[in-house]
């Protein structure tokens, strides 16, 4: 874990749920649910609450993870890590995706010819799409259907996506990754919600959304700033990945700032 970025108290090194969530490509998601059940459980909070993992922490998770790409349920590996020291885990690790190659290796094939057909006409798996942004795209994506499912925006949002090949998910990736790590930079540097580059930022957040899925208007765009602070699984997906406590409410109220202005201006 050299490559994260710790946050030092005085006995130890430890990590926040975002960064760990993007150093061993797990979802904030996965990881709440890793600690609900008790299977890997954050032995340390921040001064605002906030779960912070340590050395063993992290070395349990990996072995969690290893065994999950093994496609073993969480039971199965909730009985194994109960015995057995590090060593035990990394040989039980290695014998069983040595008894996997074969068939592993039997499947690429088959995987390499069906991607070849997929590619054919420039669309995207779903599992690509998992791949490019990870699993909290479905995670939301399978909410957003729940929510507005009915809606005239989510079919036209269906449509459009139909439509898109690689290039349109990379851009549109790389873009979302820049609209919110600027909104996380902006909170960071103290910015008020309500300055122009605040309300400049929420914008173009707004924009995107109606260049890429479906018309966003001001009171629809204010309803999902609302969104953001009402459903903790949104709230952690701005505070704890971006590790900047009080990032959502910031958002919420930038995109009312800016919805306001507009009104007022309009």
Request: charged share 30%; net charge negative; proline share 3%.
């Amino acid at each position: 874990m050299g490559a994260v970025t710790r946050e030092q108290d005085q006995t130890m090194s430890t990590w926040t749920v975002g960064e760990v969530a993007r150093e061993l490509g797990v979802t904030v998601r996965t990881l709440h649910h890793y600690d609900e059940i008790g299977l890997v459980v954050p032995s340390e909070r921040s001064a605002a609450g906030y779960r912070l993992y340590t050395e063993p922490d992290l070395e349990r998770l990996q072995h969690v993870v290893v065994y999950r790409r093994l496609e073993l349920s969480l039971e199965q590996i909730r009985d194994l890590l109960q015995g057995g020291d590090a060593q035990t885990h990394l040989r039980r690790q290695r014998e069983a995706v040595l008894a996997r190659l074969d068939e592993l290796a039997g499947l690429v094939t088959a995987i390499d010819n069906a991607l070849e057909k997929t590619m054919s006409d420039q669309r995207l798996t779903h599992e690509e799409l998992k791949e490019l942004f990870g699993g909290e795209f479905y995670d939301h994506r399978d909410e957003a259907e729940q929510r507005w499912g009915d809606t005239d925006a989510w079919r036209e949002s269906q449509e459009r996506q139909k439509r898109y090949g690689r290039a349109e998910w990379t851009q549109i990736k790389a873009e979302t990754d820049q609209l919110q790590g600027e909104l996380a930079r902006l909170f960071k540097a103290g910015v008020p919600a309500t300055d122009p580059a605040a309300t400049a930022a929420v914008e173009a957040h707004r924009q995107h959304i109606t260049r890429w899925f479906y018309d966003c208007p001001l009171e629809m765009h204010r309803n999902l700033g609302e969104l953001y602070v009402s459903d903790p699984r949104f709230t952690a997906s701005y505070d704890e990945e971006y590790a900047a406590p009080g990032l959502a409410q910031w958002v919420r109220d930038a995109i009312g700032a800016n919805a306001d202005r507009q009104d007022a201006a309009g």
